[in-house]
Each structure stands twice: as structure tokens, then as C-alpha cells.
């Protein structure tokens, strides 16, 4: 079998640790440069993740914006993007999405009982891969290695994180901080409640600390902590 996927976490927050607010339009955490920033960790990536309410919510592309970069990749033997990866136990993806239309290869981990109908919806559109009666990440992962994917880039959303976190899968963390307070209760964040490895008190390694304008870039090595 080969080797498990270098997992990185990428996420933008506010000080109280919210991904997005209320409102109908989707919260701009990061500055101009960050999203450089990030479109960089996305060209240097072999597959970036999404999860499905994320995808359903923000309908995005998840794309190298960057022209310079997808010639990059090319020029190194590299698809011009990344392997495009979603997660769904409801199999509740609609073919419209932007998602499936742009970019290259797509692959969608789901349910035993959600495949069937993933298959018929998106019928030549994306690779469907059951993991059984839920979806196992850690067969998702084994399932990537195979595929040739060496670094998978994960952009959310909060029960993405929470499950890659809560079962020790997560290799590197970018969490960055933008001078921002939403204060609502009902707003999404970062992570959800869940049991950590090493509980409230073991502490995750700090990598780098880097201002990019006016946010602050933290990353974090998860599986390297301390009590």
C-alpha cells in the first residue's frame, strides 16, 4: 500500500475563531496577499479537499488562480491543477456546482448507501468512491496515496477540520488570524466539539508565526505535542 498523504489544514478565522458570519455573502477573512498566499500551498498541493456543505454553501471553483503557477506545475510534469477532492455521506451534490466544471480530475468519498445515486448524478463528471457504511478517512487517505497524491491540501469546512483533527490525521495546520470579531453564536467555526487527541491540555508544536499584512499566519504541527 502507499504512503498516506501529507495532510495540511488551511483556514482563515477571526480573533473569536469564526469562518464566516450570518449574512448571505460569504465573509472575507483573508487579504489580497493571503489569497496569494494560499492559491501558492494550492499549486504546491497534489489534491485539495472540500467538504460537501462547504461546497453546496460557497459553490466555489477551487482552482489555481495563478497562470504562472499552473504553467509551473506543467513544466514539472504535474497536472496544471491539483486533484480536486469532496466528502459527502448524504451523496446530496448537484451536477450544476461549479466545482465539477473546471479544473481536472475530480474524486468524491461517500456512503455505501449514497454511491449509487453520486454515480447517476455525476456521471462522467467525478470518480465515486464508497468507504462504507460511513465515510473513513483514513481510508479516504489510503485511497489518495494510491492515487499518487504525496501532499493533500484541506480548505474546510468546520466538520472537515473537526474530523481530521479529532482522529490524529492532520500533519500541519495554517491558521490565519484576520482582525476580525463576528460574535455570533449561530456563525460557523474553525472546529466543532469533539475529543482531541491528549485533551485541553496537550499542546501542539508551533511551526512559524508570519505576518501577511494585516493578518497573522500560524502554523502548527498537530501530531507533534506536548502535555
Not at 460557497?58 to 499552473?70: A, F, G, I, Y
Not at 513544466?75 to 473546471?102: E, M, N, Q, R
Not at 480548505?155 to 460574535?183: C, K, M, R, Y
Amino acid at each position: 500500500m502507499a504512503e498516506r498523504p501529507y495532510v495540511l489544514l488551511s483556514v482563515a478565522t477571526s480573533i473569536d475563531g469564526y469562518i464566516d458570519d450570518t449574512s448571505a455573502d460569504r465573509l472575507l477573512l483573508s487579504n489580497a496577499e493571503d489569497f496569494d498566499r494560499v492559491d501558492q500551498v494550492r499549486a504546491e498541493s497534489d489534491a485539495i479537499l472540500i467538504g460537501g456543505n462547504t461546497l453546496r454553501s460557497d459553490n466555489p471553483r477551487l482552482l489555481v488562480n495563478s497562470e504562472q503557477r499552473r504553467a509551473d506545475r506543467v513544466a514539472a510534469g504535474k497536472p496544471a491543477y491539483p486533484l480536486k477532492v469532496t466528502i459527502t455521506a448524504s451523496g446530496d451534490l448537484s451536477c450544476d456546482l461549479k466545482f465539477w466544471h473546471f479544473g481536472d480530475q475530480k474524486v468524491v468519498y461517500t456512503t455505501d448507501s449514497a454511491a449509487a445515486k453520486l454515480r447517476e448524478e455525476l456521471d462522467g463528471l467525478a470518480d465515486v468512491v464508497s468507504t462504507g457504511a460511513t465515510v473513513d478517512f483514513g481510508a479516504l487517505l489510503d485511497d489518495l496515496g494510491n492515487r499518487g497524491v504525496a501532499r493533500l491540501m484541506v480548505e474546510g469546512g468546520g466538520q472537515i477540520h473537526t474530523q481530521f483533527l479529532s482522529q490524529n490525521l492532520a500533519d500541519e495546520v495554517h491558521l490565519a488570524v484576520a482582525p476580525l470579531l463576528v460574535g455570533q453564536a449561530e456563525a460557523p467555526r474553525f472546529v466543532h466539539p469533539a475529543e482531541y487527541p491528549g485533551g485541553s491540555t496537550s499542546r501542539m508544536k508551533l511551526l512559524d508565526a508570519t505576518t501577511v499584512g494585516d493578518v497573522v499566519l500560524l502554523r502548527y504541527a498537530p501530531k507533534q505535542r506536548t502535555a
